[in-house]
């Protein structure tokens, strides 16, 4: 089993930036992939972004691309969310999820653990 904790979440201003952090613990090693999704009032989940915890490799939504950066620490467990030139509509609660395949994926069934979440609000 694989515990996952978000933190970094807030209030800021739209322009400004966040920086998301989840620390892995318990399985790790099971886990070859990391991604974030992110969940607004009302709406479904959607994919963010997802990494390679071997290879680096990296997959954006198309509606962060250029902005967010997500980034992993290998020696910490850590996996990173970046978010500059954040905008209203990137308010929401941010998950962490862990996946055991090595193939990259967009679609929230194939990740196999999940954190409690942590809320980012964006003012305009």
């Known amino acids: 089993q694989v515990q996952l904790v978000e933190s970094g979440g807030g209030l800021v201003q739209a322009g400004g930036s966040l920086r998301l952090s989840c620390a892995a613990s318990?399985?790790?090693?099971?886990?070859?992939?990391m991604g974030w999704f992110r969940q607004a009032p009302g709406k479904e989940r959607e994919f963010v972004a997802v990494?390679?915890?071997?290879?680096?490799?990296?997959l954006y939504a198309d509606s962060v691309k250029g902005r967010f950066t997500i980034s992993r620490d290998n020696a910490k467990n850590t996996v990173y969310l970046q978010m500059n030139s954040l905008k209203s509509e990137d308010t929401a609660v941010y998950y962490c999820?862990?996946?055991?395949?090595?193939?990259?994926?967009?679609?929230?069934?194939?990740?196999?653990?999940w954190g409690q979440g942590t809320q980012v609000t964006v003012s305009s």
């Open positions: 999820a862990g996946q055991v395949q090595t193939q990259l994926h967009r679609e929230s069934s194939a990740y196999n653990y």
């Open positions: 318990g399985r790790t090693f099971s886990s070859r992939a």
């Open positions: 990494i390679s915890m071997s290879f680096g490799w990296t």
